[in-house]
Structure formats: structure tokens, C-alpha cells
């Protein structure tokens, strides 16, 4: 591959390949979405029906791909939502997929929801990287491509989670001026519930 790339960032559409943005969600963290499908054979045969589905979290309108030019490979995915948000969730349509969609709809996502609703804040919900890109500054591209765009929206600020072991991570976010303002204990990756598995973070938007 090509070290010199072309990467162009730009909203996804229903003609983009759903199966491939599935891949790279269920890669995103190896709780969560093991967890919901079990494996990545059942990932690849669910999402992408949800993700054309007007009430899901990860809906298209919610996302923005980066894209290799040059070899025409989605090479990373980020999801955002803000304020303008509308979702009601059907319950009962999301359940028939899998019923492990139970735990994290009712706990989390539906809480999350309602706090972007009320807010002036846009909520990056997952940074997903092709790992032949990794390294190759594609994740800098999407959240710096995000923090433009809603600047020009005049939101006052971006707000994301982060597991607390992915060091890298963090360090992509800090480098792009995210603070770490609160710590989030689950129990989800960490068995020691006195340490934190999630960072909350932010980054002020200057308009």
C-alpha cells in the first residue's frame, strides 16, 4: 500500500460498503461488541440492517467515513451525535435483532441520549481505524475533521470516552486538546473496580 495517502473524510451514505463499517465497529472494543453478537460472523449479518434502521445509535446519519483514494478502501469510521439527535427507540424493533442489545440501549444509550439532547456538546461515540491504517494518522483526520466541522456549527464543545488502557488512544485525543474531566468505573475491562476502565473527556471549541 501506498505510504503517501489521499485520505478524504465525508458523511457515509446507504451506498457504502455496511459490511465493512460493520467490521470496523465490532473491532472498536473487545467488550461491547463481542458481547452483543457474539461473534464477528454474527456482527457482519446484523449491523449492517441496523445501521439503515432510523432509530439505532450507529444509524448512517451518525457517521463519517475516511476513505483511501488511491486503493478506494473505507479505511475508518466515527460516529457523532449532537443536540439535534432524533431518536425514540423502539424497543421491541431493536430486540428482535438480539436481545443483548438489552444492557446497553436501556443502560447507557438511552442516558446518553437525553444528556445530548439538553446540551451544547456533540458526543463522539467511537473512533474506528482499519488496522492496515493504523499509525498513518487516520484517526487524527476523523476527530479533527469532527472538531472543524462543529466548530463551524458553533458548538461549544466535544465530548468522548475512552478506555482507560488504550494509552494510545488517549494520547491522540490529549494531542488534539482533550482533557480529561471525570473517570468511569464499570467493571466492564477491569475485574479491580477501584481503578477506572473509562476516561471521560472534552475538548473546548473555539468558534
Not at 31 to 43: D, G, K, T, V
Not at 46 to 71: G, H, K, R, S, T
Not at 137 to 155: D, P, Q, R, S, T
Request: proline share 2%; glycine share 4%.
Amino acid at each position: 500500500m501506498n505510504d503517501v495517502l489521499d485520505i478524504k473524510i465525508r458523511k457515509a451514505t446507504i451506498n457504502d460498503n455496511l459490511k465493512e463499517i460493520a467490521e470496523l465497529i465490532y473491532c472498536t472494543d473487545d467488550y461491547i461488541y463481542p458481547y452483543w453478537f457474539e461473534s464477528l460472523e454474527n456482527c457482519l449479518k446484523e449491523l449492517p440492517q441496523l445501521l439503515v434502521e432510523d432509530n439505532f445509535f450507529f444509524n448512517i446519519n451518525n457517521l463519517y467515513l475516511a476513505i483511501d483514494d488511491l486503493n478506494d478502501r473505507i479505511c475508518g469510521v466515527i460516529c457523532v451525535v449532537d443536540k439535534n439527535i432524533c431518536l425514540e427507540y423502539d424497543y421491541d424493533k431493536l430486540r428482535k435483532y438480539n436481545e443483548r442489545y438489552r444492557f446497553t440501549v436501556d443502560n447507557y444509550i438511552m442516558g446518553l441520549i437525553e444528556e445530548v439532547k439538553k446540551s451544547e456538546f456533540a458526543y463522539i461515540s467511537n473512533v474506528c481505524v482499519h488496522k492496515d491504517y493504523r499509525g498513518k494518522h487516520v484517526g487524527k483526520k476523523l476527530v479533527g475533521n469532527i472538531i472543524e466541522l462543529y466548530a463551524e456549527k458553533c458548538f461549544k464543545e466535544i465530548v468522548l470516552d475512552v478506555l482507560a488502557d488504550n494509552p494510545g488512544a488517549i494520547r491522540l485525543y490529549e494531542n488534539l486538546g482533550f482533557k480529561q474531566f471525570t473517570e468511569v468505573f464499570k467493571g466492564f475491562n477491569n475485574p479491580n473496580k477501584e481503578k477506572p476502565d473509562v476516561f471521560s473527556m472534552k475538548v473546548e471549541i473555539d468558534n
